[in-house]
């Protein structure tokens, strides 16, 4: 499989944001002093009055967009992904305790800031929000995903909100795959009988990649891309669990309280599979490309096919 | 700076003793609550009854449209019996809840929820109602709406780092229909502020910034008339340091870091009030 490159994810999100803005007239954008950054700034380009840089303030900036929700608006606030986190007890005791309609959509998540090290690498952030009652988590895997996803997030989905996006690494992972997006709802990117490998993200890649070696090794292989974090697709995690018997769950993420343990929750409790949870154990540190990283902390299709040759042995 | 700004009608006699008679209902019933809960933070709440009375009694325009009403936030939100009193007085809430506070089969909480019908922001954690209120007037304004939004903090939680982005954030986003009350009573959590962190300071720091700074006797209403009047006619997001006295009033605790009283206290009190 030959790996593509589109528009980076942040590319194609600050993009349509701009145009959202267009339809979305209460559509208000609010950032941390990382407008260029987060591509934000396509947004301040269109609508200079509907864009707020709050200056270095990530705690103002989450309650300064749970006064504009209260005020009639609907906020998105962008950030990077570490940096928003400063202001997690804000987002919790705010935006999800009253259920404010207020959308966090984060860019440079996982490794993606790969140069800047592991003060900027977000491998605890779908923990953190997970946790939190009344929010939901998105995480697009690849510019396609963010296309279909971003319209729906910010013109129908109500109340507190977590779209997680990376930096420049984008391997088409979902171009041209009819699917309509739906809040809950995961799809099928590889059908499958003896293993399923299930996660969200970039790293759905190295999915495909490892689904592509284990079929010529005779292993049949499912991927699905959950897309939907939180509400997650429980009958389609069932359903696959019981067809295929194992799964592997892959994330750009710490594998405790991130995408594997999602998926772990609802096995264990609908249809319990031997698992394997391929994903962060440490923080991360410099590399020149997120590629790199992936390869150093085995987030790949090697690992996926070790794990996967354990489990189906 | 006491004074200055009447907008021409001065305050009547009847108006006066009709606000007098709230806030001490109010504040007797702050103390009542301890007869059913003894954990609740009375000292604090008595240092804002005055303020939240005038606000409320005289200020507050109220109204389902978010832009064009006005808005108080409670960023102190350990001053909740204060708020719950007034609100009964209000009529948004009955009597009977008082006495259910922190009950599990009660509607109030330890600290305020927007479930709580009269309720504008859940708080609790310190230092987010300046934020959040920036938000809403900055909203007001956008939209063209006459609301006006009112934030009452507490010295102590002028300790949060947040309350600098935010004091800084008002005057960059120029929310001249926003007014932060500072109540400057002398006393957090553990002590009183000198020891914990000194204060003294703030007034200078926020009109360096840009602010408005006023200051008055936050349990004087003249004072509090006199001092809001002036506010609403700047050009600029204003603070009020308030002089207050914690536990004000309730002779056990009053102007002590003590924020609570025995059932026997209360008792004298209201025997003797």
Redesign the interface.
């Known amino acids: 499989m030959m790996q593509r490159s589109t528009l980076p994810m942040r590319d194609t999100f600050g993009r349509l944001l701009a145009e959202l803005g267009k339809t979305n007239k209460d559509l208000v954008v609010i950032t941390a002093d990382v407008g260029n950054s987060t591509r934000a700034m396509y947004f301040r380009e269109t609508f200079p009055d509907r864009y707020f840089n709050v200056g270095i303030s990530e705690q103002d900036m989450v309650n300064f967009a749970a006064g504009l929700a209260a005020a009639g608006f609907k906020p998105l606030v962008v950030n990077f992904a570490m940096f928003l986190m400063r202001a997690w007890e804000q987002i919790r005791n705010s935006i999800a305790r009253m259920n404010l309609d207020v959308k966090l959509a984060v860019t440079h998540s996982g490794y993606s800031d790969s140069g800047d090290g592991s003060s900027h690498q977000a491998l605890e952030d779908i923990a953190l929000m997970r946790t939190l009652p009344n929010m939901k988590i998105i995480i697009p895997a690849d510019s396609a995903d963010v296309k279909r996803t971003l319209p729906v997030v910010v013109n129908e989905l109500r109340g507190p909100l977590y779209y997680r996006m990376g930096r420049d690494y984008t391997p088409v992972i979902t171009e041209g795959l009819d699917y309509d997006f739906k809040l809950g709802k995961g799809y099928v990117l590889k059908d499958g009988e003896d293993l399923t490998i299930m996660g969200a993200g970039v790293v759905l890649y190295d999915a495909l990649k490892a689904a592509e070696e284990l079929e010529k090794m005779g292993i049949s292989t499912a991927v699905i891309n959950l897309l939907s974090i939180k509400p997650i697709d429980e009958d389609l995690i069932e359903y696959y669990a019981r067809k295929t018997g194992r799964i592997i769950t892959i994330e750009e993420h710490s594998i405790y309280g991130g995408i594997g343990s999602a998926v772990a929750e609802v096995v264990v409790k609908r249809y319990p599979v031997p698992m394997r949870f391929i994903g962060a154990t440490t923080f991360g540190r410099s590399a020149r490309s997120e590629r790199d990283l992936l390869d150093f902390y085995g987030i790949n299709s090697k690992s996926i096919i070790n794990a996967a040759l354990e489990l189906v042995k | 700076m006491e004074g200055g700004g009447h907008d021409g009608t001065p305050i009547s006699i009847e108006e006066l003793n009709k606000l007098k008679s709230i806030a001490e209902r109010a504040r007797k019933n702050v103390v009542r609550m301890l007869f059913y809960d003894q954990t609740i933070h009375v000292g604090s709440s008595l240092s804002s009854i005055e303020i939240l009375t005038t606000l409320l009694f005289k200020y507050i325009r109220e109204g389902k449209d978010?832009?064009n009403r006005d808005w108080l936030i409670l960023s102190k939100g350990h001053a909740a019996p204060a708020l719950y009193a007034l609100l009964v007085e209000k009529g948004y809430i009955s009597e009977d809840e008082l006495w259910k506070i922190q009950d599990i089969s009660g509607l109030l909480q330890g600290h305020p929820?927007?479930f709580i019908p009269g309720i504008?922001?859940?708080t609790?954690?310190l230092?987010?109602g300046l934020?959040?209120?920036?938000?809403?007037?900055?909203?007001?304004k956008?939209?063209g709406g006459n609301g006006r939004v009112f934030v009452i903090m507490g010295d102590g939680e002028q300790d949060e780092?947040?309350i600098w982005?935010?004091m800084?954030?008002a005057v960059?986003r120029k929310v001249d229909n926003l007014i932060a009350f500072i109540e400057m009573n002398g006393f957090q959590l553990d002590a009183a502020t000198s020891e914990v962190k000194p204060k003294d300071f703030l007034p200078d720091v926020w009109r360096a910034v840009g602010w408005k700074v006023l200051s008055c006797d936050g349990h004087d209403f003249i004072s509090l008339i006199n001092t809001i009047d002036e506010a609403l006619k700047a050009k600029a997001p204003v603070v009020i340091f308030a002089k207050t006295r914690r536990g004000m009033g309730f002779k056990a605790i009053e102007n002590t870091v003590n924020q609570r009283a025995s059932p026997d206290d209360a008792k004298k009190y209201l025997t003797n009030a």
């Not at chain 2, 934020?131 to 007001?140: D, K, L, N, Y």
């Open positions: 978010p832009i929820e927007t504008d922001m859940s609790g954690s230092g987010q934020s959040f209120g920036v938000g809403v007037a900055q909203g007001i956008m939209r780092g947040e982005e935010a800084t954030h960059a």
